[in-house]
């Protein structure tokens, strides 16, 4: 089981970069799947997390300017982001949080970020320049 995450990149404030994640052995019908950022001397946050039938939840800080989404098929995970501020800089992790575990979405990003419930990548990291 293997989460690898790409696409960050440095960009001017006002970017619009797109995170992607391949999932190995972490389908979306048995997991919810989402972002977490991390920046520098802070605490891991949620951001963004769907379901497999498209349900999404997001932190307040991001609604209207991040979009996540997923491709089951290919078993990847995406998160689009536009209008990028300073503060969204930080390393992204894609995070897999079981089902059995979470029972429900709102459950899945509450504890995404939390050691023995999420799984994580290795992140990607996103800077933002103003």
């Known amino acids: 089981e293997q989460l690898v995450e790409s696409g960050g990149d440095s960009v001017q404030a006002g970017g619009s970069p797109r995170l992607s994640c391949a999932g190995s052995?972490?389908?979306?019908?048995?997991?919810?799947l989402g972002w977490v950022p991390q920046g520098p001397g802070t605490q891991r946050e949620g951001v963004a997390i769907?379901?497999?039938?498209?349900?999404?939840k997001y932190a307040e800080s991001v609604k209207g300017r991040f979009t996540i989404s997923q491709n089951s098929a290919k078993n990847e995970l995406y998160l689009q982001m536009n209008n990028l501020k300073p503060e969204d800089s930080a390393m992204y992790y894609c995070?897999?949080?079981?089902?059995?575990?979470?029972?429900?979405?709102?459950?899945?990003?509450?504890?995404?970020?939390?050691?023995?419930?999420?799984?994580w990548g290795q992140g990607t990291q996103v800077t933002v320049s103003s």
């Open positions: 995070a897999a949080v079981h089902r059995a575990i979470a029972m429900s979405i709102n459950r899945a990003f509450g504890v995404m970020t939390q050691e023995g419930f999420g799984n």
């Open positions: 769907i379901d497999s039938d498209g349900t999404t």
């Open positions: 052995g972490y389908s979306i019908n048995s997991y919810y």
